[in-house]
């Protein structure tokens, strides 16, 4: 059993930038995979960003690509997800996620356990 806690969210301007992290309880943290998804009002959660298990590979959502980054502390325990250039569009509740095995990075069904979330709320 792994608990995620997400922290970092809050309400932003246009342009502007967050750090999303998530903290995890167990020391086994590096077995993971870890992924972000978000979920705005009224529609589906769909996948952000993934990052593999040593933090050598990530793959984003075309969305968000080239705007955020996803980085990881292995002692630490935690998962970050950088937010720049932030749009209206952007606001949502992001959750962490973590994959014990190699599952569809973009699938939230690959996960098997995941944060509370943070809200993001971006103004224009």
């Known amino acids: 059993q792994v608990q995620l806690v997400e922290s970092g969210g809050g309400l932003v301007q246009a342009g502007g930038s967050l750090r999303l992290s998530c903290a995890a309880s167990?020391?086994?943290?590096?077995?993971?995979?870890m992924g972000w998804f978000r979920q705005a009002p009224g529609k589906e959660r769909e996948f952000v960003a993934r990052i593999s298990r040593n933090g050598a590979n990530t793959y984003y959502a075309n969305s968000v690509r080239g705007r955020f980054t996803i980085s990881r502390d292995n002692v630490k325990n935690t998962v970050y997800l950088q937010m720049s250039s932030l749009k209206p569009e952007d606001t949502a509740v992001y959750y962490c996620?973590?994959?014990?095995?190699?599952?569809?990075?973009?699938?939230?069904?690959?996960?098997?356990?995941w944060g509370q979330g943070t809200q993001v709320t971006v103004s224009s």
């Open positions: 996620a973590a994959d014990q095995d190699y599952g569809i990075p973009y699938q939230a069904s690959s996960y098997d356990y």
């Open positions: 167990r020391r086994t943290f590096s077995s993971y995979f």
